[in-house]
């Protein structure tokens, strides 16, 4: 159980272009879900808290009008990289939390990003 | 604030060696720990996980025991194999209303035939 998925898992776009990336929880509802940037050989780095039917908090740094998020229900988050530029190539993972104390998260498999 | 402090790789090891990665967290209230891995271009997967004090998350021969009076979560193998290969990420959960989660900068295991 506790599945999420992610979508697509590769990317290939034209400078900007923009490109949507959507995370589902498939067995589980998802009040709260996360996206991350991850750079090659790096640790996540999150960039914002996404709450069903609430607009998303974005963590320090990252632009709101260019990482454009929205969680419409309870079971999806989407991503969207606005007028993307090859400095946004990068590999993209949402997760999800379910309800409950000491829930763990459950990640996506990622997005990889390639802006040329 | 809450924090997560991993040992930092990357380790190599031979096949049947035995494994550890060393985690000690800050925090201010009882967190939940995780072991998370993540395998070459795949998302985190969650490998084990401890909840409260003197807890011991096991998973795939994997072990980890959340120590209090040393605020470690250290993670143990008896002996690695050639699959296990991956980062490994250390992850603590402030488990408030918020659901912060903190995590380890990883550390990037490469086990050796």
């Known amino acids: 159980g506790a599945v999420v998925s992610q979508h697509p898992s590769w990317v290939i776009c034209k400078s900007g272009t923009s490109v949507k990336i959507e995370c589902r929880s498939l067995?589980?509802?998802?009040?709260?879900m996360f996206w991350y940037r991850q750079f090659p050989k790096q640790s996540l780095m999150l960039m914002a808290t996404?709450?069903?039917?609430?607009?998303?908090?974005?963590e320090q740094g990252v632009e709101k009008d260019k990482f454009l998020i929205n969680h419409a229900s309870l079971t999806l988050s989407t991503l969207t990289v606005t007028s993307a530029h090859p400095e946004d190539s990068s590999f993209y993972i949402c997760?999800?939390?379910?309800?409950?104390?000491?829930?763990?998260?459950?990640f996506g498999n990622g997005t990889r990003l390639t802006v040329t | 604030g809450d924090s997560v402090t991993q040992m930092e790789g990357p380790v190599t090891l031979s096949e049947e060696a035995f494994l550890t990665i060393n985690c000690t967290y800050t925090?201010?209230?009882?967190?939940?720990l995780f072991w998370y891995v993540q395998y070459p271009g795949e998302g985190l997967q969650l490998l084990l996980k401890?909840?409260?004090?003197?807890d011991k998350g096991s998973n795939k021969g994997f072990e980890a025991t959340y120590r209090k009076e040393t605020t470690s979560f250290h993670l143990e193998k008896g002996s690695v194999q050639v699959s296990d290969s991956a980062v490994y990420f250390c992850?603590?959960?402030?488990?408030?209303?918020?659901?912060?989660?903190?995590f380890g900068t990883g550390t990037s295991l490469t086990v050796i035939p």
């Open positions: 401890a909840t409260k004090a003197d």
């Open positions: 067995d589980f509802q998802a009040t709260t």
């Open positions: 992850a603590l959960s402030d488990g408030g209303t918020g659901n912060q989660f903190y």
């Open positions: 925090a201010t209230g009882y967190p939940s």
């Open positions: 997760s999800a939390i379910q309800q409950g104390r000491n829930s763990p998260l459950h």
């Open positions: 996404s709450n069903e039917g609430s607009k998303a908090t974005y």
